[in-house]
Structures are given as structure tokens and as C-alpha cells.
């Protein structure tokens, strides 16, 4: 559901009310179980991509539904004060999710395959329960994690900018907002096959009160220089504080009467980005423009287990970019053709990177941790032609080189290997023609051909004696897909019936070797071949 409304009070005062709501369930998780590496990521197997029980199919040994319900509001206020316009904006949201995995294949350490599985776990703790078993009960045992996330944030944002059209353009303004979140785990047994739960107590209960606020100034300034030349220049100061407090207790943790083990954590951190972009009109139909701006994201606090290893950080750092860009846009051939590129380069410090800690005789846990830099860097363009009246052809893509500059070991990242999931090559060509069908109604077809590259998946690392070894990162290789549409329309009305991915292309969009029978992975794939039509009134 969205609503929305607008209230003109005078030509100088207005109000705008957005409400936003969406209710997500679903059944289970949208991938495909494959071979994996057999949880012996220094040496994966030639075929750990294969599905292991047919493509589109995964096994688990109980039900993983799931639901998602979005809530958002806000409120924009304008008012023209005679030498600019102050602008107000409030926005509320929350956030709640509600599921159930099966972790029961997830192994106790990622490369020991000695070590088990969660399932082993559940099944060696079943001579607990005092007999006999509940109808239909076996002697194996499997693990599910529940979790229930609930988040609220509130933002207010105060802008006062000049009016445009000015010799010097300016504009300051304002920001804070406040997140609280609470995330609730528990890892319950239950019977194979009949996904009954045991009667023993969770194997371990975490819950996560976090509070995240910040608060920021900004203000941005161009100049004109001359009706072809300006210059903007704009920066950012922002303070975030952040804290964290974790409760765990359950049967693996503790002896009975499992008492709840409290560990916190926080963090403040401070931060000044900038934006430098001149712009140059060499014509009413050509523009070259750059641009010079920093980026940022905040770091924030490791809630960690009562005992922990030396040197274990209780906190990561945020990581930061520096980004350049120069470009040109023009318009050609009396305006029948349109070219948009752009060249870009961006430094990357301080990468934020997820870490796999083991502790001896213990399940291993992840934390937020820094790593070393990267580099990014490429050509995007955006080739727009009109032949004829009611043809166009746009032709969109991007060469991009993104890597390592310096190593991340406890992560598992070597200098020069490339970003995750990015592919060097992608590029998409849309065709489509408009005509007149019968009485208003205009008729419409078009296709669209996409084209990504091969890409690696994330980052990790297995732990040997002497530190971290970095895992073979799997190549996901290449894939083209291909979407038809076509309908008719006039002003008030749009029927259209399309159908996506015609050649029902088994694109893989991500990876990862963990929690599937056999200690294999799971893919993702790209939506499937998929025929409908939509209907559109506006009113």
C-alpha cells in the first residue's frame, strides 16, 4: 500500500504526506543447493557449481518460512521565504522480520570437516531428553536457528537553500537520526524427519539491543563563473554514536540453570567528507564535467563472547573512499543521438570485511574488522539513438577494474585479487518503438539484451597453524539474458504482457560453500523465465 497527499496552504507554503507499507512471506529461501567444496576450500572440487539434487531443488529437514513487514512515513514541508526556500523533511520507519533456518549442515569450523556439523551437535545431546521419545521420533536430530529482527528509525533533515538562476547558488542545512534495532536468536533441536522440537532447552539464546544516532551539517556552494563555467564545492560534518548490548545463555554455553552471560560495546566516531565539481557548457548541446569527493561509512562495535582470543578487536573503524570522475554528455545529429561517458576512479581505505574467529574446543564466531585498500576503476557510457520517429535504441554498459591494493589475510584477500561480485564487463542494448494503434491508444514492443561478466565471489579464509590461508574464490561465469514486452497505452490506461529471460538463462548471481547436506554450497540464480502482463490506470 502507498498513500500519498498534498496540501497547497499558499503559493509559498506547501506539505507533502507519503505512507509506505509492504508485507513480505515467503516459504523458504530462493536457492539451489550445489556440490560445494566439501568444506575443503583449499581444494574445491572441479564441480562444486553443480546442483546436488537437480536444478532449482534444495534439500532441508524442516520448513523455513519467513516474513517481512515494512512500514514508512514521512513529511516534506516547503516554504519560499523570499530569498530561498526552507525545507523540512521527517520520515519514520520500522522494520520487523520473523524466520526460520535449517542450520543442521552448517560445519562447527569452516575446513575441519572432523569437527561436524550443528547436526551432529543435536544428535550427540538427544540421550539428554528422558525417554521415550514423542510418536514418529527418531535418534537424529537437526538444528534450526529462529530469529526475530525488529528496527525503528526516525530521521529530520532541515534544508535553506538559495533561489537558482543566481550568480552564487548556496544551500546549508541539517540532519540527525536515532536507530534503535533488537535482534532475538535461538537454536532449537528438533527430530528428523518429523520436524518435531525436541523438549530440550535452545542449544543457545542471543539477544541484540543495538542504538545507532549521528548527527551532521552540511552546506554546498556553486559559483558562475560565466553562463558555460561554474564551480560547486560542498562538504559534510557528521558524529555517530553508537552501542550495542548482547545477552547469550542456553544449553551449550552453560550448565543449568544456564545463566544469561552480558557483554556490551560502543563507539563514537567523527567525520568531514567534501565534493569539488566543476562544470563546463562547451555548447547548448555539449557539457564536460568533474568531480572530486570523498566518501565514508561509519565503523561501530563487535559484540564479542565472554572469552575471546588475544587481540580480537572490540571494534572496527570505518572505512573510506576518495572518488574521481570526469565526464562529457552531448547531443548530436540534431539531437537524434545522445552520448553520456564517464571516466572514474575511486581509492578505497579501510575496507570493511567479515572474519571468522575460532576459539579451541569452541563453535567459531564472525566479526566486522578492517582490511587493507582497494582500488576501482573504469568507463561508463550511455549511447542513446532516435532513427526514426517512435524508434530509439539505447546501448548502456560499463568497464570496470576493481582490486585489492594490499592484502587482508584474516579475511582472505590477497593484493591484486579482484572485488567480489564484480563483473570487468557488463552492458545492456534496449530497442523499442512506439506507434499509433486506434483511436488514443498508442501501441508499444521493445527488448532488452544484458550481458554480465564473470565475477568471484566473496572473500574467505580457513584457519592452519600458522595463521590464515586464503580459499579458491569460484569464477561465476557469464551470462545473457533477453526480455520482450509489448502493450498498448494512452493517457489514463497501459496493458502490457512481457516476458523476461526468453531463454530461460541459469545467470549465477552468488555463492557460497556453507550449510547444505554433504558440506555443500548454495547459488543464486536469476529470475527464470517468466511470462505476465500488468494493467495500469492512473487517476
Not at 268 to 277: E, F, G, H, L, Q
Not at 515 to 522: D, H, L, R, S
Request: aromatic share 12%; charged share 15%; glycine share 10%.
Amino acid at each position: 500500500m502507498r498513500a500519498a497527499l498534498l496540501v497547497n496552504f499558499t503559493d509559498n507554503l506547501s506539505i507533502r504526506l507519503n505512507a509506505f507499507g509492504q508485507d513480505l512471506h515467503t516459504d523458504g529461501s530462493p536457492y539451489t543447493d550445489v556440490v560445494g567444496a566439501g568444506d575443503f576450500p583449499l581444494t574445491p572440487p572441479a564441480n562444486q557449481l553443480e546442483p546436488q539434487n537437480g536444478n532449482y531443488n534444495q534439500q532441508r529437514f524442516i520448513n523455513e518460512p519467513s516474513s517481512f513487514d515494512y512500514r514508512v512515513y514521512s513529511g516534506t514541508l516547503n516554504w519560499n521565504v523570499g530569498f530561498g526556500t526552507f525545507t523540512s523533511i521527517t520520515s519514520y520507519g520500522t522494520t520487523e522480520e520473523n524466520g526460520v533456518s535449517d542450520v543442521t549442515s552448517t560445519a562447527l569450523a569452516p575446513g575441519v570437516p572432523a569437527a561436524g556439523t550443528y547436526g551432529d551437535v543435536a544428535t550427540s545431546i538427544l540421550p539428554l531428553i528422558p525417554p521415550p521419545p514423542p510418536a514418529g521420533a527418531s535418534n537424529v536430530a537437526g538444528l534450526a536457528e529462529t530469529e526475530a529482527i525488529n528496527i525503528k528509525k526516525w530521521t529530520q533533515e532541515f534544508r535553506l537553500a538559495s533561489s537558482a538562476g543566481q550568480t552564487l547558488e548556496w544551500q546549508v542545512g541539517a540532519f540527525y537520526t536515532r536507530e534503535s534495532s533488537t535482534l532475538v536468536q535461538t537454536l532449537p533441536t528438533f527430530y528428523i524427519p518429523s520436524q518435531v522440537y525436541t523438549p530440550l532447552p535452545s542449544l543457545e539464546n542471543a539477544s541484540l539491543d543495538a542504538l545507532y544516532r549521528e548527527w551532521a551539517g552540511f552546506a554546498q556552494l556553486t559559483y558562475h563563473f560565466s553562463p558555460q563555467f561554474d564551480l560547486g564545492f560542498g562538504g559534510r560534518w557528521s558524529e555517530n554514536k553508537q552501542s550495542a548490548s548482547e545477552s547469550t545463555s542456553g544449553l551449550l554455553l552453560a550448565s543449568p540453570p544456564n545463566p544469561a552471560t552480558i557483554t556490551s560495546g560502543d563507539s563514537t566516531d567523527s567525520d568531514v567528507t567534501y565534493s569539488i565539481a566543476p562544470r563546463w557548457h562547451v555548447s547548448s548541446d555539449t557539457m564536460v564535467y568533474g568531480r572530486i569527493a570523498s566518501g565514508y561509512r561509519p565503523g561501530g562495535p563487535n559484540d564479542l563472547p565472554p572469552v575471546v582470543p588475544p587481540g580480537v578487536e572490540r571494534a572496527y573503524q570505518p572505512d573510506k573512499t576518495t572518488n574521481y570522475e570526469v565526464g562529457v554528455r552531448t547531443d548530436l545529429l540534431d539531437k537524434r543521438l545522445s552520448v553520456d561517458v564517464a571516466a572514474f576512479l575511486v581509492d578505497w581505505t579501510k575496507i570493511q570485511l567479515f572474519e571468522f574467529v575460532q576459539i579451541a574446543g569452541q563453535p567459531g564466531f564472525g566479526i566486522n574488522a578492517n582490511g587493507g585498500t582497494a582500488r576501482s576503476k573504469g568507463l561508463e557510457w550511455t549511447l542513446a539513438a532516435t532513427p526514426l520517429s517512435g524508434l530509439t535504441f539505447t546501448l548502456a554498459g560499463a568497464y570496470v577494474d576493481a582490486y585489492l591494493t594490499s592484502a587482508a589475510p584474516a579475511a582472505g584477500g590477497n593484493d591484486g585479487d579482484r572485488l567480489s561480485y564484480a563483473p570487468k564487463w557488463s552492458t545492456s542494448l534496449d530497442g523499442a518503438y512506439t506507434w499509433r494503434a486506434f483511436n488514443d491508444y498508442d501501441a508499444f514492443a521493445g527488448a532488452t539484451w544484458s550481458y554480465i561478466g564473470s565475477r568471484f565471489n566473496d572473500f574467505s579464509a580457513t584457519e592452519i597453524a600458522t595463521g590464515f590461508a586464503p580459499n579458491p574464490r569460484a569464477a561465476l561465469p557469464s551470462y545473457n539474458t533477453v526480455n520482450l514486452r509489448a502493450g498498448l497505452e494512452n493517457g489514463r490506461w497501459t496493458f502490457e504482457l512481457y516476458c523476461k529471460n526468453v531463454g530461460d538463462t541459469r545467470g549465477i548471481t552468488y555463492y557460497t560453500n556453507s550449510g547444505t547436506p554433504n558440506f555443500g554450497g548454495v547459488i543464486g540464480y536469476v529470475q527464470p523465465r517468466t511470462l505476465g502482463g500488468t494493467v495500469t490506470a492512473r487517476f
